[in-house]
């Protein structure tokens, strides 16, 4: 299905984690990398061409994700005449695409390459929003870098900052008192979701902590398993 100037009708997906990291899959025996996408089928909307894309492409259902945003317009590229099937030349041009921002609100073990026959991808990565464009096949990367500019100011806003609680220092009786000792530290962790957020309490002097089971601040931190 082509429009009037041979661009094919197409959906881009970019699915970030908890941190705003992207999903960034390699494509099956090449060792190029990019995002999930895929032509809209005849009768289909962007948005249900995107769902259909994301679970062929990543194994993802749309209970695992929230849209976030979408870009306003089609973004398109031009594909060279040697990718194109000769009896296609001259009438197709390229692709052009929606693309979508995807948060996953489920854990990431829900991906799944293979839930297809025909998979897209043989292995999946982590990266930084700002993906490596030099990794993309040439002529995308104009519009990589389109969408990922558009959709960057939607990304989420974390503040996964540790954060140093200390209590107020306990006045001198007089001035020739000396200084009270120094308190101790507590580090501990904090769990959101399937979140963990590392704290660094300041407890006073002859301070205790005691932390309460029913809000996963006694859970041990992954960096001592």
Do not use: C
Request: aromatic letters at 12%; zero cysteines; glycine letters at 6%.
């Amino acid at each position: 299905m082509l429009d009037r100037e041979g661009f094919r009708p197409n959906v881009g997906i970019i699915l970030l984690n908890q941190k705003n990291q992207v999903f960034w899959g390699k494509r099956i025996r090449t060792h190029s990398w990019q995002f999930p996408q895929g032509g809209i089928d005849r009768g289909e909307s962007p948005e249900q061409a995107m769902f259909r894309e994301l679970h062929e492409e990543v194994g993802l259902l749309p209970e695992h994700v929230r849209i976030v945003a979408r870009t306003r317009d089609w973004l398109r590229y031009e594909v060279p005449d040697r990718f194109i099937r000769r009896d296609a030349r001259g009438h197709y041009k390229g692709q052009k695409q929606i693309w979508y921002l995807l948060q996953l609100v489920e854990p990431d073990w829900n991906i799944n390459l293979r839930a297809t026959s025909h998979p897209e991808f043989d292995a999946w990565r982590w990266n930084d929003f700002w993906v490596p464009l030099d990794v993309v096949v040439e002529f995308k990367r104009g519009v990589y870098e389109m969408a990922l500019t558009e959709l960057s100011r939607f990304l989420p806003r974390f503040d996964n900052r540790s954060r140093t609680y200390r209590s107020a220092p306990k006045p001198r009786q007089n001035e020739n008192e000396a200084s009270s000792p120094q308190g101790t530290e507590v580090n501990m962790t904090m769990q959101f979701g399937f979140m963990q957020t590392q704290i660094r309490m300041a407890l006073p002097p002859g301070g205790s902590f005691d932390p309460d089971p029913q809000n996963g601040l006694d859970k041990p931190s992954t960096e001592d398993k």
